[in-house]
């Protein structure tokens, strides 16, 4: 479960697989859900750097960290 911020226009989602081999994805589904379910608290740098917290050069450097050798 992730927060969307009220001001989101678009919600873009994909597999991201490391290391050798495949990833299969059928019947994927985005639900709204009330405010009674609880966050898995998932920190996005893009999402922080938009809400003032982070800025464009710490957003760089957490995607340079999560990308593979």
């Not at 989101?8 to 081999?21: C, K, P, R, S, T």
């Not at 019947?27 to 608290?41: F, N, R």
């Not at 922080?48 to 982070?54: F, Q, S, T, V, W």
Request: proline letters at 9%; hydrophobic letters at 40%; a negative charge.
């Amino acid at each position: 479960m992730l927060d969307v911020p009220p001001q989101a226009f678009d919600i873009i989602y994909g597999v991201m697989l490391h290391g050798e081999g495949a990833a299969w994805v059928d019947g994927l589904q985005l639900e709204p859900v009330g405010t009674d379910v609880p966050s898995t608290q998932m920190v996005n740098p893009y999402t922080e750097c938009y809400a003032g917290r982070l800025s464009e050069d710490e957003v760089l450097k957490a995607a340079a960290k999560a990308r593979p050798n």
